[in-house]
């Protein structure tokens, strides 16, 4: 099926306050997953591999990383006339206000896609920090099919799911007839799609294809900001919206606990994420690392990325990312160290002494459980990092974040030799 008639819009995230401290200095579709991607990674890839050739990232917050990731991975040659373009907030004749939500990001944004060689027949609008495969083409097809003016993707939930999404109630021919926005418990009666079964509730996943036509009309006659809350209710009593569902693994990596579950799950026998698929690879930059080199260790159900120097580690159900550099008799447990972006020199090391710090990476005797390990963080030697109660406050210092029991340690942290986390 041609998608040339096709373009995808992803939609670069807002400030992504949850993921903190992850998203204290880049931009949430930048953040690492999986020892060597990035989440942004994800949406680009499913949009490559479903043949969807044109596509457009809108970003506004600490997104320079995000640009630099974008920039460096996805170039297309010159006998194609697809792109990966970046269209950032900024200010022009018509408008000087940044983005202040989907839609409104989106409705900037359409006098670009009028521009856009090839007029496009449908616009599909994904998110930029979920976790997911599903083929675009099949969900394309069933768009056409339906001649719908709008459909949204949709996972089914149990009701005691429900109330953390918006709910769509769709007839037996898959059109949405009702729309309630994270309804509480008693508001569930009526919004059945289908009866008699575990999760009789279909979940809104924020991912919409529109015909062109229908997007800019409804964008234009509006000045709502949001399409999850506002525009697609809208839609429902004026246009035709249908569901198609989705049965898969799918995540929303909003919280640090959904984040840091969602990569321990990349590292099970079967994850419910598979990397190694084969006909659907998952794309990102090429850095031309040499491969890990581990000696006298014992790794089991871990994933470890390019680069890494491991020696006499003992290291369970965790992700080690790019450049990860663990020493001897270092222990972690349930952890997501996320590498480094360079390796140091011997003249850095030798500064290192002089300055009192630990080299990037962990060093010997440490012991890790339960915690995340951002980039370029300086952990010293006999340090003790381990798992709290989820039901605890937020804590955060000047080095580490404690949140959702997790321990996170903040991009460039340095941890001093036997301290206690």
Known sequence: MAMRDVVALILGGGQGARLYPLTKLRAKPAVPLGGKYRLIDIPLSLCIN????????????????????????????????GFVQILAAEQTL????????????????????RLTRGQPEDVLILS??????????????????????VTIAVQPVAPEAASRFGILRKDPEGRITAFQEKPAPDELAGLESTLGVD???????????????????????SDAEDFGKEIIPAAIDRSRVYAFEFDGYWEDIGTIRSFYEANLAICLPDPPFDFYDAEHPIYTRPRFLPPALIDGCDLEQSVVADGCLIHGSHIRQSVIGLRSIVGPEVRIFRSVIMGADYFETPERRCENRKLGRPDIGIGEGSSIEGA??????????????RAHDPDEAMVETENYVIRDGIVVIPKNAVIPDGTVV
């Open 128 to 149: 930029g920090d979920h976790l997911y495969r599903m083929d675009y083409a099949k969900f394309v097809a069933v768009h056409r099919e339906q001649r719908a003016d």
């Open 199 to 221: 999760r009789p509730y279909m979940a809104s996943m924020g991912i919409y294809l529109f015909r062109a036509d229908v997007l800019h009309r409804v964008l234009e006659e």
């Open 94 to 113: 018509t408008g000087m206000d940044w983005y202040e939500g989907t839609a409104d990001a989106v409705r900037k944004q359409l006098w670009r896609l």
């Open 50 to 81: 479903a043949g969807i050739p044109k596509i457009f990232v809108l970003t506004q917050f600490l997104s320079g990383s995000l640009h630099r990731h974008i920039y460096q991975t996805y170039k297309f040659d010159v006998f194609t006339d």
């Open 372 to 385: 995340i390990i951002d980039k370029n963080a300086r952990i010293g030697e006999d340090v003790t990092i």
